[in-house]
């Protein structure tokens, strides 16, 4: 028989918690990356650095559903969140001091979501 459903544990959990943090913080954007990672694998945002350079803002947060490429130059520094990362763009961004982190560091930091910035 075949297993329908996620079966990456971190993902199931991560899933579970954003709900979680959604419901307990009043936060509808929680609740939208829940969504948006409990669809199909080949759903998922992957956006190069050089989406992120062109609408990053100051005092923002860039939050990626999915993976960031290195595609692209990084001309400011961004604190990006995302679910995975390649080698290339997390180089790129430590490089222009910025600072990459993981969604579950994200919601812990920031429980409300303010500044938040989704990008696909």
């Not at 995302?82 to 910025?98: C, H, P, V």
Request: aromatic share 4%.
């Amino acid at each position: 028989m075949k297993r329908s459903g996620k079966t990456n544990p971190r993902l199931t959990n991560l899933i579970r918690m954003l709900r979680s943090a959604s419901h307990e913080n009043e936060a509808n954007i929680w609740r939208e990356i829940a969504g948006r990672l409990d669809t199909s694998s080949c759903n998922y945002a992957e956006v190069n650095i050089g989406k992120i350079n062109r609408y990053a803002n100051a005092d923002e947060i860039i939050l990626v559903p999915g993976k960031v490429l290195g595609s692209g130059v990084l001309e400011q520094s961004v604190r990006v969140a995302a679910l995975n990362f390649s080698d290339s763009a997390r180089e790129k961004i430590t490089q222009a001091s910025g600072d990459c982190m993981t969604i579950e560091e994200l919601v812990a930091a920031n429980p409300n979501g303010s500044r938040v910035r989704i990008l696909r």
